[in-house]
């Protein structure tokens, strides 16, 4: 989840604005809803009272029978009415139960309604709420929709939505009203859920569009440093999008610049003292063709033979290992086992492991001269090579294994240093200036990975990183 989060900047800014949106309506929801239900019970409430002293008016003067027959008849989904004879507020449990009894009659058939003795049997917990403190008991009601009439009493519920209604009638009878709901729903949550959902929709547009339209920018940005990382030409593209962008585009664009003049400049020089070097160094080997020593003369020779070696892999190395050359996309499976077919046809021991097929956009020339220059490396030192290829998410990783002693865990870094030779002697012996790492790691810089060795034990173990490019 955090993975395809961090994937988009417009993913990232339209998740934050849905929170910020969501945290704010569940805030506000949750201030308002308190009130809401509060105005929805008093409106409950008011509406019972208002109804209880209109069929008190009613039935006050009316016979018995006809009286609890209307009473039964005006009961609703939530109320109920019926008339005692003894004064309510001295039953105790017994009221209580008796309402429970006519809530629980069924409305479709309330006016046959009989209240029988098993009917006011109460359970062990609702014993227990009648007489905790919180049932407040009757008191007198203060409520101006009880206009002229007997005063009447209320009893609060101390569960749901609840009130009882009494008040005495012109004959000594009792008039008993209830009301109760367990649960009240709220009317503004079903409107608040359908706002939040259009505003979340609406905003989900919005902030799409513009977050794209920011990361667009962005995006064609990181596309072209990719391809100038990998020697491209990247096209000049006009800096769009907001203020900031554009003026990192620009910053970008100097950089560009910048650093293509320098490389321009630094090639030139470079080739300039290429030319300027050849002329002396043939003027050293005709002159130390004269000499009449023998050994003087093979000695000198041997010499200028080295700083020639030197002298050209030191232009090729500077140079950037052929900057000149476009960036294409090739099959890395076949360009390794070709190498490696070439230098088993050389006589040297290398076998390639089954790649499967990869393509990889890079400067094919100097990636092939880089995996040779590995691979000479770990015939010459380690007796063989052994090639695989591994692939990640963003990388690829080309694995160059030898047999040889390998090589202290402390000069794993410093044998990449133009020039440095763990054996000099050695190395000179075998034509080894001490550029041959030096190459391949700027190869791979130059294509926006790396190079590491680590020992394999036995062995030493080579691993070109590649990026799979944006």
Not at 169 to 188: C, E, F, Q, S, T
Not at 252 to 273: N, S
Not at 277 to 288: D, E, I, V, W
Not at 340 to 360: H, K, N, R, T
Request: with cysteine; proline share 6%; glycine share 8%.
């Amino acid at each position: 989840m955090m993975a395809w989060w961090r994937q988009s900047l417009a993913r990232q800014m339209l998740g934050v604005m849905l929170i910020a949106l969501l945290l704010g309506q569940a805030a506000g929801f949750i201030l308002s809803r308190g009130s809401r239900i509060a105005v929805l019970e008093q409106a409950m409430r008011d509406e019972f009272v208002s109804r209880t002293a209109s069929l008190l008016r009613v039935v006050q003067d009316m016979p018995d029978a006809q009286r609890r027959d209307i009473l039964l008849a005006s009961a609703t989904s939530h109320t109920r009415y019926w008339t005692s004879e003894t004064d309510p507020t001295e039953e105790g449990r017994d009221w209580y139960a008796r309402a429970r009894a006519y809530l629980l009659a069924p409305l479709d058939d309330i006016t046959r309604f009989r209240l029988t003795p098993g009917m006011l049997d109460l359970t062990e917990a609702e014993r227990k709420i009648i007489d905790t403190k919180d049932f407040a008991g009757w008191r007198p009601l203060p409520q101006p929709l009880w206009e002229g009439g007997p005063e009447a009493l209320i009893l609060p519920s101390p569960q749901g939505v609840g009130t009882g209604l009494i008040a005495q009638m012109p004959d000594g009878r009792w008039l008993n009203g209830v009301i109760y709901k367990r649960r009240l729903a709220d009317p503004g949550l079903v409107p608040s859920l359908i706002s939040t959902a259009i505003t979340a929709l609406v905003l989900s547009l919005v902030g799409a569009v513009s977050a794209r339209r920011l990361a667009r920018p962005l995006r064609s940005l990181a596309l072209t440093a990719d391809a100038i990382g990998r020697g491209e030409e990247a096209p000049r593209q006009l800096p769009r999008g907001p203020e900031d962008i554009r003026a990192l585009h620009r910053a970008f664009t100097r950089m560009q610049d910048r650093l293509q003049v320098f490389v321009d400049d630094r090639t030139r020089m470079l080739a300039a003292i290429g030319h300027d070097l050849r002329t002396p160094l043939t003027t050293l080997r005709l002159r130390a063709e004269m000499i009449a020593d023998d050994t003087l003369r093979d000695r000198m020779t041997e010499t200028l033979e080295e700083m020639q070696r030197m002298s050209e892999a030191t232009l090729s190395f500077a140079r950037g290992v052929t900057v000149s050359e476009p960036t294409r996309t090739v099959e890395l499976g076949a360009l390794v086992c070709s190498l490696c077919d070439d230098l088993s046809d050389l006589g040297q021991s290398v076998s390639c492991a089954e790649i499967p097929a990869l393509p990889l956009r890079c400067r094919p020339d100097a990636l092939r001269r880089a995996l040779r220059n590995l691979l000479e490396n770990a015939v010459r030192y380690g007796g063989s090579a052994e090639v695989d290829v591994r692939k990640t998410q963003d990388m690829v990783d080309v694995i160059i294994r030898d047999r040889g002693p390998g090589i202290p865990d402390h000069l794993l870094e410093k044998v990449f240093l133009p020039f440095y030779r763990i054996d000099a002697a050695r190395g000179a012996a075998q034509g080894s200036v001490g550029l041959g790492l030096s190459i391949a790691r700027a190869v791979a810089h130059e294509h926006g990975g790396g190079l590491t060795l680590e020992n394999a034990a036995p062995g030493l173990r080579a691993i070109l990183h590649l990026p799979r490019g944006i």
